[in-house]
């Protein structure tokens, strides 16, 4: 019907009227479908919907579709029960021929993103709320819940709202020290924690195409704590030349119509835009690094889905060189993925962290959901690069968590205090 | 596995005693995530909202719907937070605005999620509520609210207790 028309689609639009079930080639914002996705995740966190599925008694898992079963949240096992649930992955992944991310090899959405596995314009459901990530590849990750996983592994099929969709522009040229995660918190901070409620977000912008995959990751992945469904980041050669790399083969662009209906358009200008940082307890609540700068820090976290990879790694070990974390801070790295870890040990950047007084821990999630390795105590403040800072996230509901870049991070585990990393850099 | 959605089935109108919480309340208060390891809405309505503090679980004794300002659930996937609050006793949520995982995954297992501004700013705390969700209005003493219907779809979803019932129907098992 309006795949022929005037009807412009947008990002979101394009990927559900390709995948929806009854074939009609059509979707409009608000409409109710059954699609199809092309891929899914499961983690340890919400493997139940590994149990529901086997009461089914079904030999096929997600007829059509390709199932990933991840251990990230909390891996290796803090106690009896968690490592049955991994032990119950294991079995359902040898039984059901699911490819399996084993305790040890990192953060789920690092995983896929490094192995390439989300191309322009599929439909990937994951049970986390960080599986839009695949935005950075130009993929629709769809946050679901275990109920929506077991549909899916049992018919290959799902019910999904045709959503809304927002556009955020940005131009201009950030200043040394200030990143694509000072860009999400400056948007996160105007839009708020339901400003693009229900909404498919697409970044767009000569400042958006001048990062790089690992940075674009972080837009995407912030982009669940404005409340939206789905992100999107404008496909373009560095989308298809990591591809390239990490798929080995160059898939064919997806881009959203010219003339597409967006209920939030909004421009920004990051010329002149500070280090930001998210004081407790909203990762809305956002300030420039200027304004919380001097509070006194018990930890530093730099790990996450929304960072610990190389390049979080290389500016943190660039601005550990040659100084030590501050005396009563525990400074946690969580590399992303195996592969991070083993670049940054190749790299150096390792022992430089190590050496200045930081402590690595096993790729995954690390302590971000406060399940183990780092949780907070009474009245502590961490400063971490991860994604949400609500009471009690990382352990006691009486702790502050402030969230930063990788640099920001860094910078203030050396100081002891909330730091501008550009005082540390260029020199 | 014991479900307790599933024994909801064809629960089209319910009566009583509304828990009133404000905005931004978000998965991790409804169930912190040292909990995601389990999937008993029993074992979770033990923790429900412990996110806010320790007493309460007890405070949600013998309260059947809770009402919320804006965002509610938002954050994490995790479906142990609908759950929980199915667990604890709670048939049915009513928010000025909710986080959208939260918003499927309650629908997908059976709890009743209304977006109505009008009736979370006129309840009191404890105040008895009649939630009718085949007539789309919530009923406060005399007052009534009405709320958009749900797309049929999602009506046939709810009133089956979730998604398990109608898949294991559907397929014959
Ligand atoms: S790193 Fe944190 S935000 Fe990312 S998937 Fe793990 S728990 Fe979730």
Redesign the pocket.
């Known amino acids: 019907m309006n795949r022929a028309g005037s009807y412009r689609m947008t990002f979101a639009e394009k990927v559900l009227a390709r995948t929806r079930v009854d074939g009609s080639g059509s979707a409009r914002a608000g409409e109710m479908l059954q699609v199809r996705p092309d891929r899914s995740i499961t983690l340890d966190a919400d493997a139940e919907c590994l149990v529901r599925f086997e009461e089914l008694g079904l030999d096929t898992v997600a007829p059509g579709g390709r199932v990933v079963a991840a251990m ?2 909390y891996a290796p096992a803090e106690s009896v029960r968690s490592a049955n649930v991994h032990a119950l992955m294991r079995r359902f992944a040898a039984r059901h021929g699911v490819e399996l991310f084993d305790v040890g090899s990192g ?3 690092q995983l896929m993103v490094e192995r390439g596995y989300p191309k322009p314009g599929e439909l990937i459901i994951g049970t ?1 709320s ?1 599986t839009l990530s695949y935005g950075c590849l130009g993929a629709f990750g769809a946050p679901v819940g275990a109920t929506d996983m077991t549909a899916y592994l049992a018919t290959g099929e799902i019910w999904m709202r045709v959503p809304e969709s927002a556009r955020l522009s940005f131009d201009g040229n950030l200043s040394p020290g200030v990143y694509g995660k000072d860009m999400v918190l400056l948007a996160l901070g105007d839009l708020g924690t339901d400003g693009a409620l229900y909404q498919s977000v697409e970044w767009t912008g000569q400042a958006v195409h001048d990062l790089s995959v690992s940075e674009r990751f972080v837009l995407a992945n912030l982009s669940v704590e404005m409340g939206a469904k789905t992100a999107y980041v404008q496909v373009d050669e560095v989308t298809l030349r990591y591809l390239a790399q990490a798929a080995g083969e160059e898939p064919p662009a997806f881009n959203p119509d010219q003339g597409a209906r967006y209920v939030i358009d909004r421009k920004y200008d990051v010329s002149s835009l500070p280090p930001m940082v998210a004081a407790p307890h909203l990762p809305s609540n956002v300030h420039a690094v200027d304004e919380t700068e001097g509070v006194t820090i018990d930890q530093a976290f730099l790990g ?3 960072s610990g990879r190389l390049e979080d790694l290389e500016v943190a070990a660039r601005i550990l060189q040659g100084r030590k974390v501050a005396p009563g801070v525990r400074f946690l790295v969580a590399p992303a993925s195996s592969g991070a870890y083993l670049a940054a040990i190749e790299a150096g950047f390792a022992a430089t962290l190590v050496s200045a007084g930081a402590t690595l821990l096993p790729p995954g ?1 690390g302590p ?2 406060g399940i183990h390795a780092g949780v907070l105590a009474d009245g502590e403040v961490c400063i971490s690069t ?3 800072n609500f009471r009690g996230r990382m352990g006691s509901r009486e702790a502050e968590i402030y969230l930063a870049s990788a640099a920001t991070v860094a910078a203030s585990a050396v100081r002891g205090k909330i730091a501008d990393p550009r005082e540390f850099m260029g020199g | 596995m014991k479900d307790v959605a599933r024994n909801r089935q064809g629960t089209l109108r319910e009566t009583g005693k509304v828990h009133l919480l404000g905005d931004d309340i978000n998965t991790d208060y409804i169930i912190p995530a040292v909990y995601l390891c389990l999937y008993e809405p029993e074992e979770l309505g033990r923790h429900v909202l412990e996110g806010l503090g320790p007493e309460y679980p007890a405070r949600l004794e013998g309260v059947r719907f809770v009402f919320a300002g804006r965002n509610f659930g938002s954050g994490s996937a995790r479906e142990q937070a609908p759950n929980a609050l199915l667990g604890a006793g709670i048939r049915g949520v009513v928010a000025q605005s909710f986080g959208r995982i939260f918003y499927r995954n309650s629908i997908n297992v059976g709890l009743p999620v209304i977006e109505c501004p009008d009736a979370v700013a006129a309840v009191e705390e404890g105040e008895e509520a009649t939630i009718d969700l085949t007539g789309s209005v919530i009923l406060l003493g005399t007052r009534r609210f009405a709320f958009a219907p749900f797309p049929p779809n999602v009506q046939e979803i709810i009133l089956a207790g979730g998604i398990m019932p109608l898949l294991k129907e559907k397929l014959g098992r």
Request: charged share 20%; glycine share 6%.
């Open positions: 990230d949240h953060i789920t959405h986390d960080h996450t889905c929304a999630c971000c959901a991860g994604n949400r």
